[in-house]
C-alpha cells in the first residue's frame, strides 16, 4: 500500500507562482514507476497536468506547457510541481496519482485558486 501525501495549494494572484509537493509513503517502497499531477474542476474530466517517470521523462497538459515544471527527488518518492504565471482558469483540486508495483494511488488533493 502507498500513501501519497500532498502540500502546497492555496490562494494566489493571477500572474503568482505555487509550488506542490507529493510524497509517496510506504512501509516497503522499492520503486515508484512514475508520479503525475492531475486537476479537477466541477462538472469537468480530470485531466493530465504534468507526469514525471522514474528515469525522468516528463510530459505535460497542453494548457500548461511553458508555465509549469515537475521533477523528481533523487529518491523518486517526491515529486514538486513548480507552477508560474498562473492563471484563473488554473482553478482546480490538484490530485497527485502513481504507479508501483502494489498498483496505483491517488492522493486526496490540494484546492489551487487563481483569483485576484
Known amino acids: 500500500q502507498v500513501q501519497l501525501v500532498e502540500s502546497g495549494g492555496g490562494l494566489v494572484q493571477p500572474g503568482g507562482s505555487l509550488r506542490l509537493s507529493c510524497t509517496a509513503v510506504?512501509?516497503?517502497?522499492?520503486?515508484?514507476?512514475?508520479m503525475a499531477w492531475y486537476r479537477q474542476t466541477p462538472g469537468k474530466q480530470r485531466e493530465l497536468v504534468a507526469s514525471i517517470g522514474n528515469g525522468g521523462s516528463t510530459n505535460y497538459g497542453d494548457s500548461v506547457k511553458g508555465r509549469f515544471t515537475i521533477s523528481m527527488d533523487n529518491a523518486k518518492t517526491t515529486a514538486n510541481l513548480q507552477m508560474n504565471s498562473l492563471k484563473p482558469e488554473d482553478t482546480a483540486v490538484y490530485h497527485c496519482?502513481?504507479?508501483?508495483?502494489?498498483?496505483?494511488?491517488w492522493g486526496q488533493g490540494t484546492q489551487v485558486t487563481v483569483s485576484s
Open positions: 510506504s512501509e516497503s517502497i522499492t520503486m515508484i514507476y512514475f
Open positions: 496519482h502513481c504507479a508501483s508495483p502494489w498498483g496505483a494511488f
